[in-house]
T-cell receptor
Framework: EDQVTQSPEALRLQEGESSSLNCSYT??????LFWYRQDPGKGPEFLFT???AGEEKEKERLKATLTKKESFLHITAPKPEDSATYLC??????????FGTGTRLLVSP | ETGVTQSPTHLIKTRGQQVTLRCSSQ?????VSWYQQALGQGPQFIFQ???????GRGNFPPRFSGLQFPNYSSELNVNALELDDSALYLC??????????????FGAGTRLSVL
């Protein structure tokens, strides 16, 4: 059964304090790994797709990396507006996404 | 390019009632997926429609059903509502081309409360 585990569940950072979020997965036949950002009461907002081990993608202060067993979302010099829940999901077989429970990030000024 | 829109934004129902949620896909997309997100959890896959046909289903009972229309908009119907059906219901659209992974774009969701 496809499974995604995210850690930590919650993370509190000071503005400018860099850190990483982890996403471990088990899936048969990975087609893609996705990172989404979700603000309270809103739908997930697409950030990145990674397709194969060794791939990296960057967007502003965020950088996503992928290995055969896990993905990291690195946040460099975060700002308060980066506060949100970050969701990781894998896609295998047809187009179903399997999500983790997310990491709640709070960045204090 | 219009995004994914869902209606209504909030809904309150009582146990045993039926509900219909609506979703308008992003322009040019041919696939719609529905997810249920309980508080503090990640979204759980309900089912997916591709060109008006169901293309896969998660572990949800038959009282959860759906439709996709020729314009690729979609409905999620839930019969005999239970208290545990209270959640955020998310619709996501994507463009299926070939066998690779397709980015799913989500709407803002419908918050359903069952009393």
């Amino acid at each position: 059964e496809d499974q995604v585990t995210q850690s930590p569940e919650a993370l509190r950072l000071q503005e400018g304090e860099s850190s990483s979020l982890n996403c471990s997965y088990t899936v048969s036949g990975l087609r893609g790994l996705f990172w989404y950002r979700q603000d309270p009461g809103k739908g997930p907002e697409f950030l990145f797709t990674l397709y194969s081990a060794g791939e990296e993608k960057e967007k502003e202060r965020l950088k996503a990396t992928l290995t055969k067993k896990e993905s990291f979302l690195h946040i460099t010099a975060p700002k308060p507006e980066d506060s949100a829940t970050y969701l990781c999901a894998v896609q295998a077989g047809f187009q179903k996404l399997v999500f983790g429970t997310g990491t709640r990030l709070l960045v204090s000024p | 390019e219009t995004g994914v829109t869902q209606s209504p934004t909030h809904l309150i129902k009582t146990r045993g009632q039926q509900v219909t949620l609506r979703c308008s896909s992003q322009s040019g997309h041919n696939t719609v997926s529905w997810y249920q997100q309980a508080l503090g959890q990640g979204p759980q896959f309900i089912f997916q429609y591709y060109r008006e046909e169901e293309n896969g289903r998660g572990n949800f009972p038959p009282r959860f059903s759906g439709l996709q229309f020729p314009n690729y908009s979609s409905e999620l119907n839930v019969n005999a509502l239970e208290l545990d059906d209270s959640a955020l219901y998310l619709c996501a659209s994507s463009l299926a081309q070939g066998g690779g992974a397709h980015i799913q774009y989500f709407g803002a969701g419908t918050r359903l409360s069952v009393l």
